[in-house]
């Protein structure tokens, strides 16, 4: 999900989707515009001011001298409280619009579909979600106070100008679509490098992500040194995109100041010989001038907004490719309460993109309520493609899966998931408390919170924690052993009041102590649960009623421990290989 640098950007309907999310805050829009209004109302008063100073000042009977400096400070102090309250009203708009855009971001991350994540890195989604919404929504703000700030006072002095001299005023814009070309030149240029250099800083923070989450890889490999040299030559390629689009930004400034340098001398220089032919008395020379110079300093700011507005797009564009991730499909129609646990499947295939060939094959296997179900079988078998199959991720090519003879892909996805409890091979927990991970998206429960990490085999140690189970576990459980943290996510499972659970080398990192510590907990619901384990290990299935032995997604025989050995197949092999 990167962004194009694209010759021809459309960024309007960008600009669109941004305005969605600022327009419901649009009476925060509606102050900010009446404040800088207000500020952009003294800005005439100023060369007025000199106007009268220098035409009625040096009389001495005319005013007091001292009411100039009590006028002029009144008048900045009442701009710069227009200006503050402005600036305030919009950041309020800018941080509730960043909210919404965030909450946007992440609901489309958590409904896109599985296949998503295996392009989406990590440290992507996070800049996405996090980064990206403020830094777009900064620039334009800034964009946004500029030319308040600057484009009203601007356009009240170009009023005043035109009431003081209409003739010099009009010709005073002679450089405008010089600089209007300028910046369109400029802003295309921008594009295009701006998107290169997104890309490039999405990659950079791909690269510490891997880092971060692997860092006990690199060191085993000694890989420092490597790791070095692939983040320098990224750095790198970021720093050089990052210069190039500061050179260009950098460009429209003085070139726009040179063309405004050349009306502005030809301004002056007209209005001399004006007021040489006219006999124009100085305060009126002096105001115009005056007035120019501070539009002039205006329009300057003026013309570097193009850059943040494209910037920001730029910016705006690759989150929101976030956005426009495809959805989880789910047409399901049908709800289920609580499921008694049956699962059939019924000559399923299905074969993953780009793969070789099918990862399950015309498998047909029944899984009944309340029994102990293994699968068992080489690597590469089909055996977490079933349970992949199972809780939705994927839909089978052909074929049926039934629960409680529900098809499932007639059941709403939650529904469907309701009725699992998963722990995989692959461990996740939460930076939160261990009471937080156990009760994940739970109500919590003391009696069941002490039950569950007791038949996790646990319990002793959570006592030992400093702050019992509301000790935080870290990152991904960073604070916790390789055991621990299996057993926290076996925990997890055993709380979630699911009518299947399902273990997948769920104890593949636990001692032999601890995995019978928790096999025994398991057996206690024989009967009441539908479990299904997946494991290499042949001692964790024995005790199954039924285990299915399973090779290059098809089903090759199915029975008991005891029955399987007596027929001396596949899975009587597996046994004898183990032993050796």
């Given at each position: 999900?990167?962004?194009?640098?694209?010759?021809?950007?459309?960024?309007?309907?960008?600009?669109?989707?941004?305005?969605?999310?600022?327009?419901?805050?649009?009476?925060?829009?509606?102050?900010?515009?009446?404040?800088?209004?207000?500020?952009?109302?003294?800005?005439?008063?100023?060369?007025?001011?000199?106007?009268?100073?220098?035409?009625?000042g040096?009389?001495?009977?005319?005013?007091?001298v001292?009411?100039?400096?009590?006028?002029?400070?009144?008048?900045?102090?009442?701009?710069?409280?227009?200006?503050?309250l402005?600036?305030?009203?919009?950041?309020?708009?800018?941080?509730?619009?960043?909210?919404?855009?965030?909450?946007?971001?992440?609901?489309?991350?958590?409904?896109?579909?599985?296949?998503?994540?295996?392009?989406?890195?990590?440290?992507?989604?996070?800049?996405?979600?996090?980064n990206?919404?403020?830094?777009?929504?900064?620039?334009?703000?800034?964009?946004?106070?500029s030319?308040?700030?600057?484009?009203?006072?601007?356009?009240?002095?170009?009023?005043?100008?035109?009431?003081l001299?209409?003739?010099?005023?009009?010709?005073?814009?002679?450089?405008?679509?010089?600089?209007?070309?300028?910046?369109?030149?400029?802003?295309?240029?921008?594009?295009?490098?701006?998107?290169?250099?997104?890309?490039?800083?999405?990659?950079?923070v791909?690269?510490?992500?891997d880092?971060?989450?692997a860092?006990?890889?690199?060191?085993?490999?000694?890989?420092?040194?490597?790791?070095?040299?692939?983040?320098?030559?990224?750095?790198?390629?970021?720093?050089?995109?990052?210069?190039?689009?500061?050179?260009?930004?950098?460009?429209?400034?003085?070139?726009?100041?040179l063309?405004?340098?050349?009306?502005?001398?030809?301004?002056?220089?007209?209005?001399?010989?004006?007021?040489?032919?006219?006999n124009?008395?100085?305060?009126?020379?002096?105001?115009?001038?005056?007035?120019?110079?501070?539009?002039?300093?205006?329009?300057?700011?003026?013309?570097?907004?193009?850059?943040?507005?494209?910037?920001?797009?730029?910016?705006?564009?690759?989150?929101?490719?976030?956005?426009?991730?495809?959805?989880?499909?789910?047409?399901?129609?049908?709800?289920?309460?609580?499921?008694?646990?049956?699962?059939?499947?019924?000559?399923?295939k299905?074969?993953?993109?780009?793969?070789?060939?099918?990862?399950?094959?015309?498998?047909?296997?029944?899984?009944?309520?309340?029994?102990?179900?293994?699968?068992v079988?080489?690597?590469?078998?089909?055996k977490?493609?079933?349970?992949?199959?199972?809780?939705?991720?994927?839909q089978?090519?052909?074929?049926?899966?039934?629960?409680?003879?529900?098809?499932?892909?007639?059941?709403?996805?939650?529904?469907?998931?309701?009725?699992?409890?998963?722990?995989?091979?692959?461990?996740?927990?939460?930076?939160?408390?261990?009471?937080d991970?156990?009760?994940?998206?739970?109500?919590?429960?003391?009696?069941?919170?002490?039950?569950?990490?007791?038949?996790?085999?646990l319990?002793?140690?959570?006592?030992t924690?400093?702050?019992?189970?509301?000790?935080?576990?870290g990152a991904?459980?960073?604070?916790?052993?390789?055991?621990?943290?299996?057993?926290?996510a076996?925990?997890?499972?055993?709380?979630?009041?699911?009518?299947?659970?399902?273990f997948?080398?769920?104890?593949?990192?636990?001692?032999?102590?601890?995995?019978?510590?928790v096999?025994?907990?398991?057996?206690?619901?024989?009967?009441?649960?539908?479990?299904?384990?997946?494991?290499?290990?042949?001692?964790?299935?024995?005790?199954a009623?039924?285990?299915?032995?399973?090779?290059?997604?098809?089903?090759?025989?199915?029975?008991?421990?005891?029955?399987?050995l007596?027929?001396?197949?596949?899975?009587?092999?597996?046994?004898?290989?183990?032993?050796?």
């Open positions: 999900m990167t962004v194009e640098a694209a010759t021809a950007p459309d960024l309007k309907s960008t600009a669109r989707r941004v305005l969605r999310y600022v327009l419901p805050h649009r009476l925060g829009l509606f102050w900010t515009v009446l404040a800088y209004i207000g500020a952009a109302c003294t800005e005439p008063l100023i060369p007025e001011l000199l106007r009268t100073v220098f035409g009625k040096f009389q001495a009977s005319s005013f007091s001292w009411w100039v400096p009590v006028v002029l400070i009144g008048l900045f102090a009442l701009r710069g409280l227009f200006g503050f402005g600036q305030y009203m919009l950041n309020q708009t800018l941080t509730r619009s960043v909210m919404d855009m965030r909450r946007s971001l992440l609901d489309a991350l958590l409904r896109a579909d599985a296949s998503a994540y295996t392009s989406l890195q990590p440290g992507a989604a996070v800049t996405k979600v996090v990206d919404p403020n830094q777009v929504l900064t620039l334009l703000s800034g964009t946004v106070v030319v308040l700030r600057d484009g009203l006072p601007a356009i009240a002095m170009l009023g005043y100008l035109l009431y001299n209409w003739q010099l005023t009009l010709l005073s814009m002679i450089t405008t679509p010089a600089m209007a070309f300028v910046v369109k030149r400029v802003n295309r240029r921008v594009q295009q490098i701006g998107a290169r250099n997104y890309d490039a800083q999405l990659e950079l791909n690269k510490v992500d880092i971060t989450r860092w006990r890889v690199v060191r085993s490999f000694d890989a420092g040194d490597y790791e070095r040299g692939r983040f320098a030559d990224i750095a790198r390629k970021v720093q050089r995109s990052a210069l190039k689009v500061s050179a260009t930004n950098a460009l429209t400034q003085p070139l726009s100041q063309m405004a340098s050349v009306g502005l001398s030809l301004i002056v220089s007209l209005a001399l010989l004006q007021a040489r032919q006219t124009t008395g100085v305060e009126e020379f002096a105001a115009f001038v005056t007035a120019l110079l501070l539009m002039t300093s205006r329009l300057r700011h003026l013309s570097d907004l193009a850059q943040p507005i494209t910037n920001a797009l730029v910016i705006a564009r690759g989150c929101f490719s976030l956005l426009d991730t495809p959805a989880e499909p789910d047409r399901g129609t049908q709800d289920l309460a609580l499921a008694r646990g049956e699962l059939s499947l019924r000559e399923v299905l074969q993953y993109p780009g793969a070789e060939r099918p990862a399950l094959d015309g498998l047909s296997m029944l899984i009944k309520p309340g029994q102990t179900t293994a699968l079988g080489a690597s590469g078998a089909g977490s493609s079933v349970i992949h199959l199972l809780l939705g991720f994927a089978p090519d052909s074929g049926q899966i039934l629960l409680d003879g529900h098809d499932i892909q007639d059941l709403r996805r939650a529904a469907l998931r309701r009725q699992f409890a998963v722990v995989s091979q692959d461990i996740v927990l939460f930076d939160a408390s261990v009471a991970n156990v009760a994940y998206a739970q109500p919590r429960d003391a009696a069941r919170l002490e039950q569950a990490l007791r038949a996790a085999h319990w002793d140690f959570v006592q924690l400093p702050q019992g189970i509301e000790t935080p576990v991904n459980g960073s604070k916790l052993s390789g055991g621990q943290r299996q057993r926290l076996i925990a997890r499972a055993l709380y979630k009041e699911a009518p299947i659970w399902v997948d080398e769920a104890t593949s990192a636990l001692d032999t102590e601890s995995e019978r510590a096999q025994q907990a398991l057996e206690q619901w024989q009967g009441k649960k539908t479990l299904i384990l997946i494991a290499h290990r042949l001692s964790t299935v024995r005790a009623d039924c285990i299915h032995v399973m090779s290059n997604g098809r089903l090759l025989e199915s029975g008991s421990h005891a029955e399987l007596a027929t001396d197949g596949a899975y009587a092999a597996m046994v004898r290989a183990q032993h050796d």
